[in-house]
T-cell receptor, first 110, second 119 residues
Framework: QSALSQPRSVSGSPGQSVTISCTGT?????????VSWYQQHPGKAPKLMIY???KRPSGVPDRFSGSKSGNTASLTISGLQAEDETDYYC??????????FGGGTKLTVL | QVQLVESGGGVVQPGGSLRLSCAAS????????MHWVRQAPGKGLEWMAF????????YYADSVKGRFTISRDTSKNTLYLQMNSLRTEDTAIYYC????????????WGQGTMATVSS
């Protein structure tokens, strides 16, 4: 149950796009189409932004999109806004009813 | 509205025990799998445990297997986490989260409760 690998930080200017990667193994990210992404503002609970690799829950702006290739999943945020500046975590189902999170990425909007 | 409210956190000495609770409302608790996820101070999220809607089986992260027990009381719409043999590294905010059935993700989260293990 090793944590998925995410960049510690990414940055972009308002209106631009950024992509956050999430690298695992064939036992988690690569083995299931069950990657989810969570946004967490300081002092707040995480919020589901993407599930099943690329699906958005109701209410999540379509500026947020997800994809996967092999053992790496990605979250892309287009049209960056100031309120997008916070922490993002990926998570993957890892089989046998266990899950593994990434270490988290801090997004800075310049 | 759909809500999860955790309680039971506090300060405990190493080797001690704590029982966390998570009160659910606004959805059919008896039909939903539930999880516990924790976050050490300044660190990332770590999945801890899962219990299906019927509570028949329970699943744990290796780091807490044999020390923590997840359970549920459908009559009280409440999820529990019994934490025994606590270690300093168990210090964290503990969140309960609702399973998005069939999609292996967590769609509703509580606000968290802080457990501190310190002598």
């Amino acid at each position: 149950q090793s944590a998925l690998s995410q960049p510690r930080s990414v940055s972009g200017s308002p209106g631009q796009s950024v992509t956050i990667s999430c690298t695992g193994t064939s036992s988690d990210v690569g083995g299931y189409n069950s990657v989810s992404w969570y946004q967490q503002h300081p002092g707040k609970a995480p919020k589901l932004m993407i599930y099943d690799v690329s699906k958005r829950p109701s209410g999540v702006p379509d500026r947020f999109s997800g994809s996967k290739s092999g053992n790496t999943a990605s979250l892309t945020i287009s049209g960056l806004q100031a309120e997008d500046e916070t922490d993002y975590y990926c998570c993957s189902y890892a089989g046998s009813y266990t899950w593994v999170f990434g270490g988290g990425t801090k997004l800075t909007v310049l | 509205q759909v809500q999860l409210v955790e309680s039971g956190g506090g300060v405990v000495q190493p080797g001690g025990s704590l029982r966390l609770s998570c009160a659910a409302s606004g959805f059919t608790f008896s039909s939903c799998g539930m999880h516990w996820v924790r976050q050490a101070p300044g660190k990332g999220l770590e999945w801890m445990a899962f219990i299906p809607f019927d509570g028949t089986n329970k699943y744990y992260a290796d780091s807490v297997k044999g020390r923590f027990t997840i359970s549920r009381d459908t009559s009280k719409n409440t999820l529990y986490l019994q934490m025994n043999s606590l270690r300093t590294e168990d210090t964290a905010i503990y969140y309960c989260a609702k399973d998005l059935h069939g999609h292996y993700s967590f769609d509703i989260w509580g606000q968290g409760t802080m457990a501190t293990v310190s002598s």
